[in-house]
């Protein structure tokens, strides 16, 4: 006589420790969460198996480790190891090494350089995190995510900035306490978060400030009434993002860590 055959189980089929934890995150003709972390560049499909079976990814704050979940990438938000991962198809996240003389709009009426000559072609509907004022070069972000732009140029959310700007010397060795006592300026005290003299020689110097806020043309302001007149100001980086060895006028998609770092810094 022939056994009786006993259907597969969860446990014949995945390793050991695998639970089938019924969740409220399925999605009807939905993409399998695995394939959504493979191509948003979490891993092999492989391995964002076993990060679901390790009980490593949520979805809309919910655990899931069934293999098979299926999820709606434009919609939910889906986190690994606590740290929010980019699904949403069409969303883009790119930085730009803004040249000097460029504006920081997507057109100009007087036809001056501005940024869609550098992201025109990327995606549609690019917004510009912040401004640079003209004369300014350095880290731009841009992206199609609303949301995410919106809270990084809120000052609520105390995203840092951090510049170089070649200034005049000497640098008194007060300037730093003053700057982060805070300037009074036209339209209200400005205050540094972070002052360092970088770098001295002869009659100039190059400093770093480091801020929060986003008031046009703040840190030449602050300087300028502390008796530094700027003679050159970029922007090395915008929150965990750095300009690194971008090249002015270059344009780069930002990486998945630099983004889910960036959701991080909002709280996203």
């Given at each position: 006589m022939k056994a009786n055959r006993q259907p597969l189980r969860d446990r014949d089929l995945y390793p050991e420790g695998y639970t089938d934890e019924r969740d409220t995150t399925e999605v009807p003709n939905g993409v399998r969460l695995q394939k959504v972390l493979a191509q948003a560049g979490v891993a092999s499909r492989r391995a964002c198996e076993e990060m679901i079976g390790d009980g490593r990814v949520t979805v809309d704050g919910q655990v899931v480790r069934r293999f098979g979940a299926k999820v709606d990438p434009a919609k939910q938000v889906i986190h690994v190891d606590g740290k929010r991962i980019p699904t949403a198809p069409d969303l883009v996240y790119y930085a730009l090494n803004k040249?000097?003389?460029?504006?920081?709009?997507?057109n100009d009426p007087q036809g001056r350089p501005c940024l869609a000559d550098y992201v025109e072609e990327l995606a549609p509907r690019l917004f510009h995190v912040g401004r640079l004022d003209t004369e300014t070069e350095g880290l731009l972000l841009l992206t199609n995510d609303g949301e995410l732009a919106n809270r990084l140029t809120h000052p609520s959310y105390g995203v840092q900035k951090k510049y170089w700007a070649k200034v005049p010397g000497p640098i008194s060795r007060d300037l730093g306490r003053r700057l982060k006592q805070g300037v009074e300026l036209e339209d209200g005290i400005a205050r540094a978060d972070s002052f360092t003299?970088?770098?001295?020689?002869?009659?100039?110097?190059?400093?770093?400030?480091?801020?929060?806020?986003g008031r046009n043309h703040v840190v030449r302001r602050m300087l300028e009434e502390s008796g530094h007149r700027v003679i050159d100001l970029a922007r090395i980086e915008f929150g965990p993002v750095k300009l690194g060895r971008t090249k002015p006028g270059t344009v780069r998609a930002l990486t998945l860590k630099e983004v889910g770092d960036l959701y991080a810094a909002v709280k996203l």
């Open positions: 040249p000097i003389g460029v504006v920081s709009t997507m003299v970088v770098q001295e020689h002869g009659q100039q110097a190059l400093v770093e400030v480091v801020l929060h806020e």
